[in-house]
C-alpha cells in the first residue's frame, strides 16, 4: 500500500484552518477511491473553537470516498 504525507504544519507544529483544508483538498483530488487503491486519512489535530470550514471540507472529501 501507499502512504503519503502531507504536510499542513510548519516545524513548530503551527499552522491554520486554511493550510488544513489545502491539505484535505489536496489529498481528496489525489486520491484513487478504487478498491485497490482506498484512501484513509488520519489527522491528530486540535483547534482552539469550532472550525466549521475544516469540518465541510472533511465532510467533503468523505462523499468522495476518503475514510477518516
Given at each position: 500500500?501507499?502512504?503519503?504525507?502531507v504536510?499542513?504544519?510548519?516545524?513548530?507544529?503551527?499552522?491554520?484552518?486554511?493550510?488544513?483544508?489545502?491539505?484535505?483538498?489536496?489529498?481528496?483530488q489525489?486520491?484513487?477511491?478504487?478498491?485497490?487503491?482506498?484512501?484513509?486519512?488520519?489527522?491528530?489535530?486540535?483547534?482552539?473553537?469550532?472550525?466549521?470550514?475544516?469540518?465541510?471540507?472533511?465532510?467533503?472529501?468523505?462523499?468522495?470516498?476518503?475514510s477518516?
Amino acid at each position: 500500500p501507499l502512504q503519503v504525507s502531507v504536510r499542513v504544519l510548519d516545524c513548530a507544529a503551527i499552522g491554520t484552518s486554511t493550510s488544513l483544508i489545502q491539505g484535505i483538498n489536496w489529498l481528496t483530488q489525489h486520491c484513487s477511491t478504487t478498491a485497490s487503491q482506498k484512501c484513509v486519512a488520519n489527522q491528530s489535530l486540535s483547534f482552539n473553537g469550532i472550525a466549521a470550514d475544516v469540518e465541510a471540507a472533511i465532510q467533503a472529501s468523505i462523499r468522495q470516498g476518503v475514510s477518516y
